[in-house]
């Protein structure tokens, strides 16, 4: 008899903590989510590329959000396409709504010219390699309010984020002397015409 | 006069070599010859996506609130859910959906201290919290309280896909605390487990 008590009181609590997790997942609010391929990009100086980050929301109530990037990625952004305010209930990662970014990188490295300090160049690669590295930010913007009176309290807001590097690669190079055998080749050209053109202007003088 | 003819044909020579060979010096530098291999080759590639979302729970969604306090100084003041569940349990969660295929860490930052409109300020180290992956009328636990702070701070590792993140709150309030209704904005954010705020 005991036994059947402490049995049906085991079964009853069961029962108890199962309807109370459905109901804890029936009362969520609406949600972020963020999708990337890509955490770590290396880009040779003065490129571009385009990343896509996956919005979505796989909960029961629509969401706005707002995408940003961190501060220290701000320098290299070059444009953001496909704004994402709202996000669909139930839209899950596989059908996630694409945002891109488009980063472009600067002339990060020094060169070792031999003419006006942009000519005969070379480039060492002695300085460190630099890495712009932040994270993107998806934060849903309704934010609660909280009911006034009493002591009040604190009104929550969450986001979720996906980190990024962009590494500035430095190619290294010897001095390139390129513009100096273009213009060689071009004064002793220009010198073997003249001199031909001469020549043919005294036979024909002749 | 044959002397001269001889100069003029080998500096016509030497001038042909030399512009021949400038501009094939900049050919070969600015454009890069390789070899043929050869071997075969083939590549190998693999794509790794991730992805994450998380969402409150109805009772953080609305807010976190401590309440008409009457009495001051009050210590430790529990925000209304923190022990509202049927067995004493917190019902402030963040879920993580099931969508998601990393585990997530919870980081968390307010905005300031709790603020009046007469700008009269609760300190920001006086709100607390404290987070943990499962709930009891004793987890998360007081005695692991941590005071908010205005950057983000690691609250809560390792939430695994379908599970959810447990949260209680404290406020402090000091006996020389103006009246009035002070507020605030908390700010939760979800990364991947692992990386830093």
């Known amino acids: 008899m005991n036994n059947k008590v402490k049995m049906k009181k085991v079964f009853v609590n069961l029962i108890f903590i199962f309807l109370f997790s459905i109901y804890l997942f029936s009362i969520v609010s609406a949600g972020v989510g963020v999708r990337w391929n890509q955490e770590t990009a290396l880009l040779p100086e003065n490129s571009k590329v385009c990343l896509t980050y996956g919005i979505y929301n796989p909960w029961p109530t629509d969401s706005y959000v707002k995408v940003q990037l961190s501060d220290s990625l701000q320098p290299i952004v070059e444009s953001q396409e496909n704004v994402v305010d709202s996000v669909p209930k139930y839209t899950y990662s596989n059908s996630s709504l694409p945002v891109h970014f488009c980063f472009q990188t600067p002339k990060v490295y020094k060169k070792d010219c031999l003419l006006f300090d942009?000519?005969?160049?070379?480039?060492?690669?002695?300085?460190?390699?630099?890495?712009?590295?932040?994270?993107?930010?998806?934060?849903?913007?309704?934010?609660?309010?909280?009911?006034?009176?009493?002591?009040?309290?604190?009104?929550?807001a969450m986001s979720v984020s996906a980190p990024l590097r962009v590494r500035v690669q430095c190619i290294k190079h010897g001095t390139d002397y390129s513009l100096l055998y273009i213009i060689l080749g071009i004064i002793a050209l220009g010198i073997l015409l003249w001199r031909v053109y001469k020549r043919k202007k005294k036979k024909s003088g002749k | 006069m044959k002397n001269k003819m001889n100069f003029n044909k080998n500096f016509d020579t030497?001038?042909?070599?030399?512009?021949?060979?400038?501009?094939?010096?900049?050919?070969?530098?600015?454009?890069?010859?390789?070899?043929?291999?050869?071997?075969?080759?083939?590549t190998s590639n693999v794509s790794i996506a991730k992805y994450l979302a998380i969402a409150f729970g109805a009772n953080?969604?609305?807010?976190?609130?401590?309440?008409?306090?009457?009495?001051?100084p009050a210590?430790?003041?529990?925000?209304?859910?923190?022990?509202?569940?049927?067995?004493?349990?917190?019902?402030?969660?963040?879920?993580?959906?099931?969508?998601?295929?990393?585990?997530?860490?919870?980081?968390?930052?307010?905005?300031?201290?709790?603020?009046?409109?007469?700008?009269?300020?609760?300190?920001?180290?006086?709100?607390?919290?404290?987070?943990?992956n499962s709930t009891t009328s004793t987890i998360p636990a007081l005695g692991s309280e941590t005071s908010f702070t205005t950057s983000y701070v690691k609250a809560q590792n390792v939430t695994a896909p379908g599970n959810s993140s447990y949260w209680r709150f404290w406020l402090d309030i000091p006996a020389a605390q103006p009246s009035g209704d002070y507020n605030n904005t908390v700010y939760f954010k979800g990364v991947v487990s692992g990386l830093s705020c």
């Open chain 2, 14 to 42: 030497i001038l042909v070599f030399v512009a021949a060979l400038s501009f094939f010096l900049f050919f070969f530098q600015s454009f890069v010859l390789t070899g043929h291999a050869t071997e075969g080759s083939t």
């Open chain 2, 60 to 72: 953080l969604s609305n807010g976190i609130q401590f309440g008409n306090v009457n009495t001051l």
């Open chain 2, 75 to 132: 210590t430790n003041i529990n925000a209304t859910h923190d022990y509202d569940g049927p067995s004493d349990e917190t019902t402030y969660t963040v879920d993580v959906s099931t969508d998601s295929n990393t585990n997530i860490d919870f980081c968390t930052k307010a905005s300031s201290g709790l603020t009046s409109p007469a700008l009269d300020v609760i300190g920001v180290g006086n709100e607390t919290y404290s987070a943990d």
């Open chain 1, 118 to 156: 942009q000519f005969l160049c070379k480039q060492d690669c002695s300085e460190p390699l630099k890495v712009y590295e932040g994270e993107v930010q998806v934060m849903e913007v309704s934010e609660a309010s909280v009911a006034s009176g009493g002591s009040g309290g604190s009104t929550t």
